[in-house]
């Protein structure tokens, strides 16, 4: 039973450019949360998608967006990239109805020049 | 002032000694997350509680919602428990969902043999 897989590892982009992360949840969950993790910080939310709709969302600005597709795998899209954006962008899956943890995947290390 | 708070920010132990790490919070929450976190990035759920105490091997949490405190308890630590413990609430929020977590910046601990 496959867990939280994100792809890719590791990206280099430069300031200016636009991105897109995925992910894919473990097997059976619906909903999906993206999270940005600075340097020795604690990760912080971005969005929440469920239903192919984002939920709820964090204090990004709209360079941010996202999307579901029907089997529950996620993107996350960023645009204009700054260098403050570099970060480990973690995805965390769960069931919407359930009242259990979340899931999260290994991340995406995302480095801006 | 952080919505949650973790102390100590870092933590040296040696190997048998019990460990304590605190995490208050002051928002309403429907649930407190114990995660831990390994050099690679990956995040492990350990507990979700939302009241009393759980236990799970060497691992104990705390849960106090009047004084809006917890804590996670290692017993006989070992150098593998070497980790950033993050402590993590979930916001009162509409439907099941245990998204939008709010993270606790993180405890580094290293626990030398």
């Known amino acids: 039973d496959a867990g939280v897989t994100q792809s890719p590892t590791h990206l280099i982009k430069t300031r200016g450019q636009q991105v897109t992360l995925r992910c894919s949840p473990k097997?059976?969950?619906?909903?999906v949360s993206w999270y940005q993790q600075a340097l020795g910080q604690g990760p912080q939310f971005i969005f929440q998608?469920?239903?192919?709709?984002?939920?709820q969302r964090g204090n990004f600005p709209d360079r941010f967006s996202g999307h579901q597709f029907p089997n529950y795998s996620s993107e996350l899209n960023v645009n204009a990239l700054l260098l403050g954006d570099s970060a480990l962008y973690l995805c965390?899956?769960?069931?919407?109805?359930?009242?259990?943890?979340?899931?999260f995947g290994d991340g995406t290390r995302l480095s801006i020049l | 002032k952080n919505e949650v708070e973790q102390s100590p920010q870092n933590l040296t132990a040696q190997e048998g000694e019990f460990i304590t790490i605190n995490c208050s919070y002051s928002?309403?929450?429907?649930?407190l997350h114990w995660l831990q976190q390994h050099p690679g990035g990956g995040i492990v759920s350990l507990f979700m509680?939302?009241?009393g105490k759980k236990k799970h091997g060497r691992l104990i949490a705390t849960i106090n919602i009047q004084e809006k405190h917890s804590s996670l308890h290692i017993t006989a630590s070992h150098p593998r428990d070497s980790a950033v413990y993050i402590c993590?609430?979930?916001?009162?929020?509409?439907?099941?969902?245990?998204?939008?977590?709010?993270f606790g910046k993180g405890t580094k601990l290293s626990v030398k043999p």
């Open positions: 928002v309403g929450i429907s649930a």
């Open positions: 965390a899956s769960s069931l919407f109805s359930g009242f259990k943890p979340q899931h």
């Open positions: 509680l939302s009241s």
């Open positions: 097997s059976g969950h619906d909903t």
């Open positions: 993590a609430v979930s916001r009162v929020n509409y439907g099941g969902s245990q998204g939008n977590l709010i």
């Open positions: 998608y469920y239903e192919e709709e984002e939920r």
